[in-house]
């Protein structure tokens, strides 16, 4: 398949130049020794495209989410894993969004420069799950400070993040009229934090991403931190989420894409029988199969990204977009483990990585079960289950 027939061409031949730079070599050994692609990610952000999101007032790229998901799609799809920094393209919408004009001023600016890094976002916990609206990590206003109390669970990249958002409940479920009501948004400085009743536990996992537990121990925090308005702060995250989903689902595509190619080209090359296994349709059906459910993916991709960048409502489907290609690539992942038989185990050929990778993503940042009732209970009006 060739890139020429796919939109902004120019960004794609750019992050591929990029990628060249961090061959399939780097990312093997940088997952064998569970390190962070800090080489990666330092020369992704000094060539601009991590500020892609970053309106120009804010020194930023001004690009949309069309462009920023391209960025994505194509480090995954060149063998990269955007896991390590797709969070710094998106989580500055929280603060662009629902910040004060002095935070903005404040942080995008060094954001944008590459000076700072806002990697990370603290939402889920470890008792409460996906049920956000019990978030049990309390943060109650102390004069001009808040104090944080509680813990949260699978806080990614916070070791190479220099700022983190963080969820927490400032009014008790039981005194808010909505269940949704009464939580905020806080942006935390982690090095402070970590002298201040910040503890992160790192939590060694399937696949090479920085991810840690976090334990909050009447940690202060200035008031002025708070993003938005008290109490909010669910409507803000849920606010941010549709991009999120966006992203992630451009990411699967670009795996998906990884294997198809990868899966094709072994099994031209690959002759047992006397002939090449892709000569028989049982090795070539579930490979065209995957092909075919990349791109109907991708069309839901391209039509999130189209309403979120005209400001219209688009959760439908950016929880879509998200399902379609994370289930794609995950079958992906399989024919192309498959089709390789046992060298598909083999380190060297890069399959196993991108297989543990491209899984993540049935489960988070949203699992698939919680799309499903998404668009049962909000799309199609069924009744509610929780
Ligand atoms: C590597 C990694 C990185 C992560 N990074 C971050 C991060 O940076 N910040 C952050 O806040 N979180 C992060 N997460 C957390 C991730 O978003 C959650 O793991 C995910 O949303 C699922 O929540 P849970 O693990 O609490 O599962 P649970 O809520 O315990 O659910 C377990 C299973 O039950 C299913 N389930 C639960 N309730 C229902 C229901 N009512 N109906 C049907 N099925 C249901 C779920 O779909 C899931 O499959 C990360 C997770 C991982 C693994």
Request: hydrophobic share 40%; with cysteine.
């Amino acid at each position: 398949m060739t890139l020429a027939h796919q939109p902004y061409d120019d960004i794609r031949q750019a992050i591929r130049a990029l990628c060249q730079d961090f061959p399939p070599q780097y990312w093997r050994a940088v997952d064998a020794e569970q390190r962070y692609p800090d080489e990666f990610v330092t020369a992704l952000t000094a060539a601009g495209w991590m500020a892609a999101l970053i309106p120009q007032e804010y020194e930023g790229a001004g690009l949309g989410l069309a462009e920023a998901s391209v960025i994505l799609e194509e480090i995954n799809r060149n063998g990269g894993n955007s896991g390590a920094c797709h969070g710094q393209l998106y989580n500055m919408g929280t603060l662009l969004r629902h910040g004060s004009e002095e935070q903005k001023r404040r942080y995008l600016p060094p954001i944008a420069r590459g000076e700072l890094r806002l990697q990370s976002m603290a939402v889920t916990e470890p008792t409460t799950g996906t049920d956000t609206t019990k978030t049990a990590t309390i943060a109650e206003r102390r004069g001009d400070r808040y104090v944080v109390n509680g813990q949260k669970v699978w806080l990614s990249r916070a070791h190479h993040s220099d700022l983190l958002v963080l969820l927490a409940r400032t009014t008790p479920i039981d005194q808010v009229a909505r269940k949704t009501d009464g939580m905020s948004l806080f942006l935390v400085d982690i090095k402070s934090a970590l002298r201040n009743g910040l503890t992160l536990r790192p939590i060694r996992n399937m696949v090479n991403h920085e991810t840690s537990e976090a334990f909050f121990t009447d940690l202060e925090i200035p008031a002025e931190h708070l993003i938005g308005e008290e109490g909010r702060g669910f409507r803000y995250i849920l606010d941010g989420l549709n991009a999120e989903r966006t992203l992630i689902a451009a990411e699967c595509i670009g795996d998906g894409r990884w294997f198809i190619d990868k899966a094709t080209a072994y099994a031209k090359e690959r002759v047992v029988f006397g002939r090449p296994i892709g000569q028989n349709q049982g090795v070539q059906f579930p490979i065209a199969e995957c092909h075919i459910e990349i791109e109907a993916a991708d069309l839901m991709r391209w039509k999130a990204c189209t309403l979120f960048d005209n400001h219209e409502p688009c959760g439908a489907e950016a929880n879509m977009a998200k399902y379609l290609a994370a289930k794609a690539s995950w079958e992906a992942a399989n024919v192309c483990l498959q089709t390789h038989g046992g060298f598909g185990f083999a380190a060297e050929f890069d399959v196993e990585r991108k297989f543990r990778e491209t899984r993540l993503y049935q489960v988070a940042p949203i699992s698939t079960n919680l799309i499903l009732s998404y668009v049962a209970e909000h799309v199609l009006g069924l009744p509610r289950s929780f």
